[in-house]
């Protein structure tokens, strides 16, 4: 009687095995590793041909200790730097009339079934009016392309929609080019406090976020922010000299009496240098995958009798 050793199919397989196994790693690694890698690793600042300077900019150097400062003390754990959006949708502004108003108002009234004449030349008697929200692009193009054919120039223009949005945490959401000056990235996940991706561009008074670290609950009641104190040092009157105006919580701002003699809360380097990385942070700027809405601007104020109108600024040269 002949038997079969299952032994020797396994080692028949093992070649299989070692090979299927190696394909599953290869294929994690491609993955988790180098697809993101092809995808964000290569992205280098990008050049704004409206302003000539590239986004994002590098942080000055106190800014890029007070990163440092930030990721010590577990900012973190209790703030983003990521807004989120849930969608867009287009407004329809008339930002300039081509004919009198008293022939434009009929038209857009005619299309604009919902606004009779009279809002209509009200909206009309300040430009840019906004006279269509919530739209699709398709029919926010559309219509500005109507009302413009009925004498009244207009554009559609993009809004942005979500939850961060309508709580100014910024103007658009958070893409991966935001992120090219930061290492590490520090995203965060909880949101005991506001989001801070767009930190800079809402808040701008330093002496105010100096105070706030001081002590959290006189800038903001209620807030569950502990205070970190050891940030900042009392010094007496005399060692003010050569301190700048407006980096120093005073005694009045804390709390102290206009009498009490003798000291007040200076800042220390490690306070200045977060601060400085706080108000750095400024994730605004208009990016094709991540546009920022913008109001169209007024029509220009027409040249005097005799005078040549004003030229349009030339962007600068790449």
């Known amino acids: 009687m002949r038997i079969r050793s299952g032994g020797g199919e396994a080692m028949n397989n093992g070649p299989l095995l070692f090979l ?12 988790l590793v180098l697809a993101p890698q092809i995808q964000f690793g290569r992205q280098q600042p990008r050049l704004i041909e409206a302003t000539g300077e590239y986004y994002p900019s590098p942080r000055p150097g106190l800014a890029e200790r007070g990163a440092e400062v930030y990721r010590s003390l577990g900012c973190v754990e209790c703030h983003s730097q990521q807004v989120r959006q849930s ?19 009929p038209a857009v009234a005619r299309l604009q079934s919902h606004l009779n004449e009279a809002d209509v030349a009200k909206a009309l008697g300040k430009l840019p009016a906004r006279v269509a929200m919530g739209l699709d692009a398709a029919d926010a193009d559309d219509l500005a392309k109507k009302l413009t054919a009925a004498g009244a120039t207009a554009k559609p223009a993009l809004v942005a929609l979500g939850p961060d949005i309508a709580r100014n945490w910024g103007p658009r959401l958070s893409v991966s080019q935001d992120y090219l000056r930061d290492y590490p990235v520090q995203l965060g996940q909880l949101r005991l406090g506001p989001d801070l991706a767009s930190y800079g561009t809402r808040q701008t008074n330093e002496n105010l976020i100096l105070l706030h670290l001081y002590e959290p609950t006189r800038t903001m009641p ?58 750095s942070l400024k994730a605004e700027t208009s990016l094709t995958e991540a546009p920022t ?16 109108p004003p030229l349009a600024p030339v962007p600068p040269v790449p």
Request: aromatic share 10%; hydrophobic share 45%; glycine share 8%.
């Open 20 to 31: 299927g196994v190696l394909i599953t790693l290869a294929s994690s690694f491609w993955g």
């Open 87 to 105: 969608g867009v949708h287009f407004d329809v502004w008339v930002t300039e009339l081509t004919t009198n108003i008293t022939a434009a108002v």
């Open 222 to 279: 209620g807030s569950m922010m502990p205070p970190y104190r050891f940030l900042f040092a009392k010094k007496p009157y005399k060692f003010l000299d050569g301190v700048p105006t407006g980096t120093i919580v005073t005694k009045v701002a804390t709390g102290e009496s206009e009498e009490s003699a003798g000291e007040v809360v200076v800042p220390k380097e490690d306070a200045l240098a977060l601060v400085a990385y706080l108000t």
């Open 293 to 308: 809405p913008k109001v169209p601007a007024p029509p220009a104020p027409p040249a005097a009798p005799g005078q040549t």
